[in-house]
């Protein structure tokens, strides 16, 4: 039989030494067990199984089989067939060899090899892990509280819950040499674009690496080999309405395992602004959440460029806007004011994720407050440069994505660094560049400004209104899915 990969389960234990060494790791469990009058090997990892079901699968077996007249146990001519016969379990599979069957075991399957090294596996899989709890950065009103944790089998679970069709696909891949990490593709087989599809799976087998550790975000960088540039070239979430919306649009999610966030391709910057929040409320809110979220946006891109513009050319300053400088005194020059202030911001935001969770409350009020107040009262900062930087940290967590938010402080400050160096010119010319540069972006192939650049009116309309869910929306053009009418 073609699961037969050893020639004798003493050749099988052997083996298995050599590979996981002999009372070396206390997780491996390598153990001699019986079904009926059967001998077998039963391998696998404590950790990784449901321990409780392997003991009510085997034991009703232990006990041996004998011939009634001449109480001598049973000759097995067919032992392939004889196990089977007794253990008829649902989630049983044949590795094909040996790295296969190791394989299982190591991703938390019940290896089992029969007397002749006939070789099965069993899906009794137990991942550890957290419950699926909502989570801290795609929070809503109303709406599910459930989100992905790190176990794979649990993520692709809550997907398939919201999609009940069987044209929901879950390939499943085996990612780098060492680690193994398992990855599943997830796509609507009678929507995705087939070439979308194609090119996804050759960049997974162009991944040579030995191990995905720091999994969805080292996948990302394999995938779109992202170098240098700043912006996300895919949309994380670890909501699965979200997951599950994209999917019937077109899309391609694709889960890792240990990961608690889902991957979304492709995708256009505009992608990166939305929030389940507006599909939560009413259209019309819906709609003023989407305004002042894109307003937030380019404010935190050109506010403090614009007000350093303002208040070192005077010149250009309206009547009703001549409140606007630094009325205070200072040694220290206002760029190097607004550079320091941002520098605080930052090393306050890095301070808070390493600080523990009681305690960072409490930090960030003697940093804002105490802080913030004393430099302004010693003259290291003018109060109009804490207010503004103030301002646009608050414009900039309003921004869904961290990924964006990120990127758009190194905009922002290379727009500033623009304006400090050649005034109104030099302000204009940086926005040009940046424009200029979202535009030649295009992963996957995809315009990462659509559409707005190439301009599509009607898609326009759609990125900043909310309309109503009856409407008779098309999938998006650039998924290139195969029925765009929403039926």
């Not at 234990?13 to 009372?23: H, Q, R, T």
């Not at 009678?190 to 090119?199: A, G, K």
């Not at 009116?457 to 869910?469: C, G, L, Q, T």
Request: glycine content about 6%; aromatic content about 12%.
């Amino acid at each position: 039989m073609s699961n037969q990969v050893f020639a004798s389960i003493d050749e099988a234990k052997d083996y298995l030494y050599s590979k996981f060494g002999k009372d070396e790791s206390f997780d491996v469990c390598i153990k001699d067990l019986h079904v009926k009058s059967l001998p077998i090997l039963c391998v696998y990892i404590s950790g990784l199984v449901d321990g409780a079901t392997i003991t009510v699968q085997l034991t009703p077996l232990f006990t041996h089989v004998y011939d009634d007249e001449n109480h001598h146990e049973f000759e097995i001519k067919d032992e392939a067939k004889y196990f089977d016969s007794h253990f008829n379990f649902y989630g049983k599979s044949e590795p094909k060899d040996k790295d296969e069957f190791i394989l299982g075991v190591l991703s938390g399957q019940v290896g089992i090899l029969t007397a002749n090294g006939f070789g099965y596996l069993l899906e009794l899989r137990n991942y550890p892990g957290r419950q699926p709890d909502e989570p801290d950065n795609e929070k809503v009103i109303r709406g599910s509280r459930d989100g992905f944790a790190e176990n794979i089998m649990l993520n692709t679970a809550l997907i398939r819950r919201r999609i009940r069709d069987p044209q929901l696909r879950f390939e499943l891949h085996k990612i780098s040499t060492i680690g193994q990490t398992d990855v599943a593709i997830a796509y609507m087989k009678d929507i995705v674009n087939p070439q979308h599809l194609e090119w996804l799976e050759k960049r997974l087998k162009e991944i040579k690496h030995d191990g995905l550790t720091m999994a969805d975000k080292s996948l990302e960088e394999w995938l779109f080999k992202q170098k240098f540039h700043p912006l996300p070239f895919v949309r994380y979430s670890e909501r699965p309405d979200i997951v599950a919306a994209h999917l019937l649009e077109g899309h391609i999610a694709i889960v890792v395992d240990t990961s608690p966030s889902v991957i979304i391709i492709p995708i256009t910057m505009f992608h990166l602004l939305q929030h389940a929040e507006e599909y939560r409320q009413a259209p019309l809110i819906g709609t003023t959440f989407r305004f002042l979220r894109y307003f937030a946006a380019f404010f935190s891109l050109t506010l403090l460029p614009i007000w350093y513009l303002l208040a070192t050319h005077e010149q250009y300053l309206p009547p009703g806007l001549d409140f606007i400088g630094a009325k205070e005194k200072s040694e220290i020059p206002l760029f190097l004011q607004i550079i320091i202030a941002h520098l605080g911001l930052e090393y306050l935001r890095i301070a808070a994720i390493h600080t523990p969770t009681p305690l960072s409350t409490a930090m960030g009020l003697v940093a804002g407050i105490i802080i913030g107040q004393i430099a302004i009262d010693v003259g290291l900062f003018s109060a109009e440069v804490v207010l503004y930087s103030a301002v646009t940290a608050i414009f900039s967590f309003s921004i869904p994505t961290f990924e964006l938010s990120t990127a758009v402080k190194y905009f922002q400050f290379f727009i500033l660094l623009a304006t400090v160096a050649a005034g109104p010119s030099g302000f204009f010319i940086a926005i040009w560049i940046i424009l200029s540069y979202l535009c030649s972006l295009k992963p996957m192939n995809v315009p990462y400004m659509w559409p707005f650049i190439p301009f599509f009116p009607k898609a326009f309309s759609r990125i900043f209104i909310r309309f109503p869910m009856a409407d008779d929306a098309l999938r998006p053009y650039i998924v290139g899915a195969k029925q765009r009418k929403r039926a």
